[in-house]
Structure formats: C-alpha cells, structure tokens
C-alpha cells in the first residue's frame, strides 16, 4: 500500500522539478545576454588591466588576467561583454576595456609627391570642418570605372586621376575623401582630418569621408560611364581594412558618445557613428553591392560596441 501511494508522489516530485526547471531557465534567458557572433576583429588590445571572466558578467569566474596593451581577437558580443580570444584562452571583458590599435594608413605625401598631373601647383586652402568636431562616418566608393587589380602603381593612377578630377573638373580643394581603400585593403590618406571634405553634399562641414575604390553598382550610366552588368564586389582585405578603420576612428574621435535615434524614423543613422553617401543624397553610391554589408555588418556591428561602451 505504502509502495503504491510513492509512485505518485515520485512521479508529483518530477514534474514539479521539471516545471520549476523550466521557469528558472526562462528567467536565466530572458536576463542572460545573449551571444552575437561578429566578424573576426583583430587590431584590438586592453586599453586596462582587467581579469578576463568565463562568462558574460563581472560576477562570474575569473580565468585569466590580462596587461594593458595585450592584442585580443574578438569572435562575439554578449551585452557589454566581448568575447575575446587569446593564445589558448577564450573568455569575456567589458567593451570599455578593448582600445582599437591603429591601423597602418598610407600618408598622402607618398601619392602626392609622385603625381603624374602637375597637381601640386595649384594653390589649394582646404577649409576646415566647422569646429573640427566629427558627427559621423560617411562611406563612398570611387565609383566611374570598374577597378579589380591589386597593383600598388594601378591603385596610385586611380587616386591621382581621382585627385586631378577633383580638383580640376569638380573645382574642389583636394580628394574630396579624407581616406580611400583599395582591393588589397590598403588605406590611403587622402584629404588631412582637420581639412573639410567634399563628398556629402551639406552633410560633409562635420563628416569624414571614407571610399573604397573601385564601382560596386550594377549596370548604370554613372558618370556617363557604362560599368561592369552586375558591378564588383568588396574584397574581404577591403572590408576587414573598412572595419578597422571605422572603428579606430568611432574611437579615436569620440563618436561612441553619439545619441542614438530611434530605428524606425528616417535617417536614423543622422544619430549614428556610420553613414552613407546614400544616405543624405539619393546617388548610387557606395553601390548597392556594398549597401547590405555596410548596414547588416559594418554599421551593426560598430553601433552595438558602441553601446556596450556607454
């Protein structure tokens, strides 16, 4: 008889078990951050000494330690945690601990001083951005003729060319981008930071332009140049280049201290570190090969770490 009436207090016992189970783990996934794998980002090292945790909150275990300027390699993003990696060791930091290195850019005299347009004799003064403040990224591309080789002597041409138009066709004062960005991923300083762009309409006094070479646009008289029937694609040395950058910069000038707009009005990105030329004027450009990846990795990606880090 005893026998009998265990079996249904066991079987009572299981499901409260089970059922108690289930809510505590629904509480722990509706407050546990959740992991957001990112692209592989390098050139970052810890701005501090701070202890690396197993998990994604300072409460957790501690598994390792780390020096101040020590290279990371971050794989994901748990709220305000970044999981990093390093030697053998995978764990968390907060994102206020990670300072983005600077990545290698070209100085603008290597092009310049080696023009093959007589360019350096006009008299040019670059205004400066109004107050030297920076609102936002803008990113371009080249556009005109397709551009696909790699080669250092082709990608010079292609930056002279575009500094003669400027200057001579388009009456400006300089490359109207402050930086370009080849196939193989090499920055190259165009216009000085301190110095106005032109690349935005009226949204350049506070803007630092960004163009990757190259027409990522499908078939299009653009510029009164027919381009490639389906237009290039980035070169994954020409996104990794385009994500450091934009990230050092976020860093280097402040922008993580941006207020962010609510998505579903217009423009959002007015209140972000990222932009685009399509964004404020209605051109194809940086081209529709690049939109989806600026927005979905580039743009995602950089405004959650700069959240993390408010």
């Known amino acids: 008889m005893k026998k009998a009436m265990l079996y249904p207090l066991a079987i009572f016992c299981l499901l409260s078990f089970a059922v108690a189970s289930f ?3 629904q509480i722990f996934a509706n407050y546990a951050p959740s992991v957001t794998y990112i692209s592989q980002w390098s050139g970052l090292t ?24 020590r290279p990371v390699r971050v794989t994901a993003q748990a709220g305000d945690f ?10 968390y930091v907060h994102a206020t601990n990670l300072r983005p290195a600077k990545p290698d ?12 347009h007589d360019t350096m004799t006009i008299t040019t003064t670059p205004a400066a951005r109004n107050d030297n403040i920076t609102s936002r990224l803008i990113i371009h591309h080249t556009a005109g003729l397709p551009f696909t080789t790699h080669d250092t002597n082709a990608t010079l041409r292609r930056i002279r060319d575009t500094h003669y138009f400027h ?3 388009q009456n400006w004062s300089d490359l109207g981008y402050h930086f370009v960005i080849d196939g193989a991923g090499r920055i190259w300083e165009a216009a000085p930071l301190f110095a106005r762009g032109t690349h935005s309409g009226g949204y350049f006094n506070h803007d630092i332009g960004i163009s990757i070479i190259g027409n990522f646009h ?14 290039q694609e980035m070169t994954d040395e020409q996104q990794i280049a385009l994500m450091d950058l934009c990230r050092w910069l976020v860093f280097e000038l402040g922008l993580d201290n941006i ?3 609510d998505e579903s009005q217009p423009r959002p990105w007015l209140h972000a570190p990222i932009g685009m030329h399509s964004d404020v004027v209605i051109r194809a450009c940086p ?16 405004n959650a770490w700069v959240r993390a880090r408010g």
């Open 259 to 261: 207020v962010y707009g």
């Open 105 to 116: 850019i070209i100085p603008s005299t290597y092009w310049r001083t080696t023009a093959e």
């Open 287 to 302: 081209g529709d090969n690049v939109v989806p990846w600026v927005h979905r990795v580039l743009r995602s990606e950089i």
């Open 218 to 231: 499908p078939t299009t008289s653009y510029n009164l140049v027919q381009t490639m029937p389906h237009g």
């Open 167 to 169: 200057l001579t066709v």
């Open 82 to 91: 970044m999981r990093v990696r390093f030697d053998d060791t995978i764990g």
């Open 23 to 25: 809510f505590i783990l």
């Open 46 to 69: 810890i701005s501090n000494s701070t202890p690396v945790f197993a998990s994604p909150a300072e409460s957790g275990e501690a598994v390792a330690y780390l020096a101040r300027s």
